[in-house]
């Protein structure tokens, strides 16, 4: 019931920056936190960072300070501005909504396809 679509990705040089974004889209009620997963060849899907309904961030320690996220609830979209990318951010970067799709339901998690972010040495 709910779609998110992210894009923004590509190839960058190490130092460089670039802006994901992700729409939320279908029948949906509310959404409460929005965030951003990465996950690296060979890693684990780790939280970059997240963002509540009321604009509360939080964000993994190897980003603060040079990563940003944002939203905006008319649109339904949260961002992610990236700052000073090192080639250890490379990875595929995913959309993640805790969503209602009507009022007397649950919460439950909806995830984009991805998009890859390179940054180069």
């Known amino acids: 019931q709910v779609q998110l679509v992210e894009s923004g990705g590509g190839l960058v040089q190490a130092g460089g920056s670039l802006r994901l974004s992700c729409a939320a889209s279908?029948?949906?009620?509310?959404?409460?936190?929005m965030g951003w997963y990465r996950q690296a060849p060979g890693k684990q899907r780790e939280l970059v960072a997240s963002i509540t309904s009321g604009g509360s961030t939080n964000y993994t320690d190897s980003v603060k300070g040079r990563f940003a996220i944002s939203r905006d609830n008319a649109k339904n979209t949260v961002y992610l501005q990236m700052n000073t990318l090192k080639p250890e951010d490379t990875a595929v970067y995913y959309c993640?909504?805790?969503?209602?799709?009507?009022?007397?339901?649950?919460?439950?998690?909806?995830w984009g396809k991805g998009t890859l972010v390179t940054v180069s040495s």
């Open positions: 279908g029948v949906i009620f509310s959404i409460n936190t």
């Open positions: 993640n909504a805790a969503a209602k799709v009507d009022w007397w339901g649950r919460p439950m998690d909806y």
